[in-house]
């Protein structure tokens, strides 16, 4: 079994996506089957649903076929829910649907987007597999790294695709609407994206942590002076450590956008962190985000995806998140493996916006 799905992740799937006269009628059964699966759960689906089944199918048209075929999938969909939805309800104006479908085109074609750019990181990785392959394949230290080459890469395949469906599913349970959930989704997916490619950058040893909380927070800075500071040497974080850490950086910025201190002019948030080294492999690590001059923050009623990503942290993890009246404080201690680390004096380095 385990196999046959590496066969299907590293050579079925890239084939399909190459020849578009296989591509497009895997797309079109995917949205076939989508529009069953809605016409199917169309008493169950809540309202604010509508496109809840099509989000599905546009990711996984993207993922399995290709981009055009995402592209393709996101039109059939657009033209099923306006004419078999809208105008056969009398729940929705003119005005309301057409806001709805513009937001449902824009957040599919961030959803597009962003796992356009993960299919071109697998097609990279498996050309710099073949490249090594004939490199390395007359030496026996070849032949042991490349073999380490075709682990790692069916591993990092197996683990992107297993995060993207539970975000896809987790995402959907805890959004109310469909502009919440595609929002909410492409924000995730592209602070994924950001810690694949730091990533794979370096041969898949493991992200820069400087690099990996300036590159995930950027696009959530609001503008102004110093609106964020880091502090801290640069080190490597292992790859699965990367992941869950950006996913826990985005929420944490998103929350500091909605509620905390970037929702006031002169807030500030700092990031800073430390590594203790325990041994030739060993670090014990911590990460520090503090807010201050926002507004005063209370402990959600609600505990939604969010706050589960950010209250998991990472594996082996320990979070300890307080609520005060300038905003979130949240510590991140854990011991992680750490086979390469560029040890620098801590510094200070203000955010540009």
């Not at 950086?249 to 929702?263: P, V």
Request: charged share 20%.
């Amino acid at each position: 079994m385990v196999q046959l799905v590496d066969n299907l992740v590293e050579r079925v799937l890239p084939r399909i996506r190459r020849k578009p006269v296989l591509a497009y009628p895997v797309a079109a059964a995917i949205f076939v089957a989508a529009a069953l699966l809605h016409a199917f759960l169309a008493n169950w689906l809540p309202p604010s649903l509508p496109f809840l089944t099509f989000f599905i199918a546009v990711l996984l048209a993207t993922l399995l076929a290709g981009t055009g075929p995402g592209l393709l999938v996101v039109g059939a969909s657009l033209l099923f829910a306006w004419r078999f939805y809208f105008l056969a309800s009398n729940q929705y104006t003119e005005f309301d649907a057409t806001i709805a479908l513009a937001a449902f085109a824009l957040m599919a074609g961030l959803i597009v987007a962003v796992v356009h750019l993960l299919n071109r990181k697998v097609e990279s990785l498996l050309n710099e597999r073949d490249r090594n392959e004939g490199l390395l394949q007359d030496s026996a230290l070849g032949e042991l790294q490349l073999e380490q080459l075709n682990v790692e890469l069916r591993h990092r395949l197996k683990n992107t695709f297993a995060i993207i469906a539970g975000l896809v599913s987790q995402s959907a349970r805890y959004s109310a609407d469909v502009q919440s959930f595609a929002s909410a989704l492409s924000g995730r997916l592209a602070a994924m994206g950001t810690a694949m490619d730091l990533v794979a950058t370096r041969s898949f040893l493991g992200a820069s942590l400087n690099e990996l909380v300036i590159d995930t927070l950027k696009p959530l800075v609001p503008p102004g002076a110093s609106r964020m500071t880091i502090q801290g040497p640069d080190g490597i974080v292992p790859g699965d450590v990367a992941n869950a850490l950006a996913l826990t950086l985005h929420e944490l910025g998103t929350n500091a956008i909605k509620y905390g201190a970037w929702s006031q002019e002169q807030g500030v948030v700092r990031v800073s962190w430390k590594f203790d080294r325990l041994n030739d492999d060993d670090a014990e690590f911590e990460l520090v985000w503090d807010e201050s001059g926002g507004p005063p923050v209370s402990q959600p009623e609600r505990r939604g995806l969010g706050s589960l990503l950010i209250d998991s942290g990472f594996p082996s993890a320990k979070v300890e998140r307080t609520f005060t009246v300038d905003g979130v404080f949240c510590r991140m201690t854990a011991v992680i493996k750490q086979t390469t680390t560029r040890r620098t004096r801590g510094r200070r380095t203000a955010q540009p916006t």
